[in-house]
């Protein structure tokens, strides 16, 4: 087990004063050819994400898993708890909090701006954690965040398991008003897994996302539907995602 436990996000603040809590970082076990981000769902924790990914075969991969701000979220009545961003019920209607969205995918971009520049980075999550991450996979191809400013991370795969796309009802335009994010959104490789029983977020957002990113030119995007899965993961889908990593980031050793 190679646990380096760092604050690299302690003091980190977002826009609205919460403070990013701990950061773990699972150091790769063989040469380092990828780095990437591993984001939690609501709740949720760092450390946990840290266990889980320890225990993959992929010797080739740093994951940085850090851990949300505690706010208060409109899901839970104004509770407060570790989110990514404010979020109220899922469902088609929901309003996307762009400033929690921004400040979150900035304070993850920053996490991987030191990366060496021939390491391939990317992002993954659950739940919450695979909102973020397919939020900030849609300001790498747009080329800038929710307000405008410019987002200068090279991603090069984005895993979301049991998540949705925020954003999705104009993403399509704005990817089209420039060949450049064109570019970028035919770019880069996505893989969305959803269970078909959630009942947490609804198997349908897992596939509306997956249609949304593939309407507005993601080119290399693969669903995975798990029958009867919950909110949760499970070896099997685990496994998918690890072969898939391996092949699309060309990874040694990992086959």
Not at 83 to 89: H, L, Q, R, Y
Not at 101 to 130: C, Q, R, Y
Request: aromatic share 10%.
């Amino acid at each position: 087990m190679s646990y380096s436990h760092q604050n690299m996000g302690s003091g980190s603040r977002s826009s609205r004063g919460y403070e990013f809590g701990r950061t773990y970082v699972v150091r790769p076990k063989g040469k380092h050819q990828a780095t990437i981000v591993w984001l939690h769902g609501l709740g949720d924790n760092g450390s946990s994400s840290s266990q889980l990914l320890e225990s993959l075969p992929l010797p080739n991969i740093k994951w940085i898993c850090p851990t949300a701000a505690s706010r208060p979220v409109s899901l839970l009545g104004g509770f407060p708890c570790t989110a990514w961003f404010d979020v109220g019920e899922i469902s088609e209607d929901l309003q996307d909090d762009i400033e929690g969205l921004d400040a979150s995918a900035a304070h993850i971009a920053n996490l991987l701006s030191t990366e060496p520049a021939d390491v391939k980075v990317g992002i993954g999550g659950f739940s919450m954690g695979a909102a973020i991450a397919l939020y900030s996979t849609t300001c790498y191809a747009l080329g800038r965040y929710g307000t405008g400013h410019p987002y200068t991370i090279n991603l090069r795969a984005t895993v979301g398991l049991s998540g949705w796309l925020p954003g999705w009802r104009s993403l399509r335009s704005k990817i089209e008003s420039s060949s450049e994010a064109a570019r970028r959104a035919a770019s880069i490789p996505v893989i969305l897994s959803h269970g078909t029983s959630d009942d947490i977020v609804p198997y349908r957002f897992g596939e509306k996302s997956a249609h949304s990113l593939a309407m507005s030119g993601f080119r290399q995007v693969v669903f995975k539907p798990y029958e009867g899965l919950g909110h949760y993961t499970v070896p099997k889908e685990m496994q998918e995602v690890v072969h898939w990593l391996a092949s699309r980031l060309g990874l040694e050793g990992s086959r």
